[in-house]
């Protein structure tokens, strides 16, 4: 139990890293020479001139022994970006879309160039030109309504409730984290974040079911996400010993959860990371379940820490959800700090300290076992 709790607390670390850099194609052998590397060496030691009519002549010729990708290079203009080199960003940016004309992010990001370089003419010119290539972009969509003091249309209700029901579950996730575990105060807490998680993501995995252009991940992340409270909540009001039907049911909304996430990871590039770790996160889970009901149940710290891991898994969904996967809604300046990160960092860290807290020290030893010995199928109370 010990060991899987604190897999499951690396996963999401891992989780946190696949969702802010995404992860690279393996190769085999030695890694081929990325024109990305190239061009910042020439950067270096000749300057971004010299630097542009390299990556012109190459490609002229085909990129020859050199890997050019997109990626790489829009990850080269960020770089300057982040070094306050603004004109040699937007140098790059542009020499990827001259490249990829059809892609609607290279577009996006030299519209950021643009507005950190203070030209908001050319920023909203590219920010439309990534919108006519991808509408949904919601980075650009945001700048470009906030560039030209444009309303949006109005949010549904069930929006509305969605976020608000996000916001109050994060919140209080955050304050239920920071007090002592079985306190009074935290089980009030902890409540009003059951609840409002238990919304947000049954609202949410609704929204994106019966939509149209729905995304099948914020299906499966919300289904995920509800489980997770559930059995953790579960966990928690059960002070007995024996499982039951619910028992049954929630291993098969995990399993269910984990081939949906990992077909997803197989079928569409997009998501391939986020879907393969969450993927490997809701199969450990189901793990747990499947030991949970061939033992009759789980006890003492081990009960504590099924019950913290499963809870702290779902804020961290919904923390970056929010800060990472809604980065739009903050402004320029705060995305390019890297600040958005920090949340998910701090929920992995805080349930690594608790989770060495209960199961590796004195602190909830105490913690009562079974009361009775009841069979394996029959409900507890």
């Given at each position: 139990m010990a060991g899987?709790?604190?897999?499951?607390?690396?996963?999401?670390?891992?989780?946190?890293?696949?969702?802010?850099?995404?992860?690279?194609?393996?190769?085999?052998?030695?890694?081929?020479?990325?024109?990305?590397?190239?061009?910042?060496?020439?950067?270096?030691?000749?300057?971004?001139?010299?630097?542009?009519?390299?990556y012109r002549t190459l490609r002229d010729q085909g990129f020859p022994g050199v890997r050019e990708s997109e990626?790489?290079?829009?990850?080269?203009?960020?770089?300057?970006?982040?070094?306050?080199?603004?004109?040699?960003?937007?140098?790059?940016?542009?020499?990827?879309?001259?490249?990829?004309?059809?892609?609607?992010?290279?577009?996006?990001?030299?519209?950021?160039?643009?507005?950190?370089?203070?030209?908001?003419?050319?920023?909203?010119e590219n920010y439309r030109r990534a919108l006519a290539i991808d509408p949904k972009m919601k980075t650009a969509v945001a700048e470009l309504r906030r560039l030209t003091d444009s309303k949006g249309m109005p949010?549904?209700?069930?929006?509305?409730?969605?976020?608000?029901?996000?916001?109050?579950?994060?919140?209080?996730?955050?304050?239920?984290?920071?007090?002592r575990k079985g306190s009074r105060r935290h089980g009030v807490v902890g409540s009003v974040f059951v609840v409002?998680?238990?919304?947000?993501?049954?609202?949410?995995?609704?929204?994106?079911?019966?939509?149209?252009?729905?995304?099948?991940i914020n299906v499966l992340m919300g289904l995920l996400t509800f489980y997770l409270v559930a059995t953790a909540w579960l966990t928690a009001r059960?002070?007995?010993?024996?499982t039951g039907p619910l028992d049954w049911g929630a291993l098969l909304v995990a399993m269910a959860a984990a081939t949906g996430l990992v077909r997803l990871g197989m079928t569409d590039g997009r998501f391939a990371a986020v879907a393969f770790v969450f993927g490997g996160v809701a199969l450990l889970a189901a793990v747990g379940d499947l030991r949970r009901i061939t033992r009759g149940g789980v006890f003492g710290a081990g009960r504590i820490a099924?019950?913290?891991?499963?809870?702290?898994?779902?804020?961290?969904?919904?923390?970056?959800?929010?800060?990472?996967?809604?980065?739009q809604v903050?402004?320029?300046?705060?995305?390019?700090?890297?600040?958005?990160?920090?949340?998910?960092?701090?929920?992995?860290?805080?349930?690594?300290?608790?989770?060495v807290r209960v199961l590796f020290t004195q602190a909830y030893k105490r913690a009562a076992a079974p009361k009775t010995n009841l069979a394996v199928g029959q409900v507890s109370t």
């Open positions: 899987g709790a604190l897999v499951l607390a690396a996963a999401m670390g891992i989780g946190l890293l696949a969702t802010t850099l995404g992860f690279r194609s393996p190769v085999r052998g030695q890694q081929p020479n990325r024109l990305s590397d190239l061009l910042s060496r020439t950067i270096k030691s000749s300057g971004i001139d010299a630097a542009v009519g390299q990626s790489d290079t829009n990850r080269l203009g960020y770089e300057l970006l982040g070094r306050d080199e603004k004109e040699g960003a937007i140098q790059v940016l542009q020499l990827n879309g001259e490249t990829h004309r059809t892609s609607a992010n290279v577009y996006d990001s030299l519209g950021e160039a643009y507005l950190a370089a203070g030209n908001k003419a050319l920023a909203v949010y549904r209700p069930i929006v509305l409730f969605h976020i608000g029901a996000g916001v109050l579950g994060i919140l209080s996730g955050a304050v239920a984290l920071s007090l409002s998680m238990l919304a947000m993501s049954a609202s949410g995995a609704y929204r994106a079911f019966v939509d149209p252009d729905g995304e099948p059960r002070r007995t010993a024996g099924r019950h913290l891991w499963r809870m702290c898994a779902a804020l961290y969904i919904a923390v970056t959800s929010f800060f990472l996967g809604q980065s903050f402004p320029y300046e705060v995305r390019r700090t890297g600040l958005l990160v920090v949340p998910g960092v701090l929920v992995v860290l805080t349930l690594i300290f608790w989770l």
